[in-house]
């Protein structure tokens, strides 16, 4: 039976927030708590303008992983053949200055599935471990990065972390509070769709008045990755 149940695995480029340009490898898990993937629960879900596919395990390098070993084999395999080498266990067999392979767990919810047993295992794999959830679970320990992009509406429990990423513009969703909150950073990125343009230009404008918020592009998007 499938502990994880993952709807693809990637290597690509972080194209988002403070880590952008890094190489990573993505995993997505399935499953959402504030939408169920479907468009005919859209207009019920608390996120609405979710434009990400989570729902089956049908995308590529997606499936079910009965152990935390069996992912982390999968993650290792996905860096190898990505970037050409394989991650190494130990600070020391990296060097100083050489950066740990990155792997970013995303959704969906990714902190419906994601445990300490996985993060450890991915930990004594090579891997660097980040996480980009919307703040409604709490996290498992030992995380070495943390994004919270929290939506209106919602319960918001995971009120600490490394960067904090709200798409903009959300209605109900007032954002000075956020600045007392114990984050490195602070970030609005433009809902993307229809009206992208527009959003891009208000989260501009935001920014230029509220200096302590910086803007985020989807990069990946503009150079054509996944």
Known sequence: ????????????????????????????????????????????????????????????????????????????AAWSTGSGQPPEPTAAARGPQAPR???????????????????HACQAGGFEVGVETNGTCPAPLGLDW?????KAGAPFVLTAGDELKVAFPQVGLALDPFLGLEFRWFFLQPIAGPAL????????????????????????KLVGLP
């Open 146 to 150: 943390i994004t919270v992009s929290p």
């Open 197 to 220: 343009a527009a959003n891009t230009q208000a989260a501009v404008d935001y920014c230029l008045r509220h200096p302590p918020w910086r803007l985020s592009l989807q990069l990946h």
């Open 1 to 76: 039976m499938a502990r994880y149940t993952v709807k693809e695995l990637y290597y690509t480029l972080q194209g988002e927030g403070a880590q952008a340009g890094r190489a990573a490898v993505f995993c997505r898990f399935t499953g959402c708590n504030l939408w169920s993937g479907h468009e005919r629960d859209r207009a019920t879900a608390v996120c609405q303008f979710c434009d990400t596919d989570f729902v089956d395990t049908d995308g590529p390098g997606g499936g079910g992983f009965a152990t935390p070993e069996a992912l982390v084999a999968a993650l290792i």
């Open 101 to 119: 392979p990155y792997v970013v767990f995303t959704g969906g919810e990714p902190l419906l599935q994601l445990d300490s047993p996985l993060v």
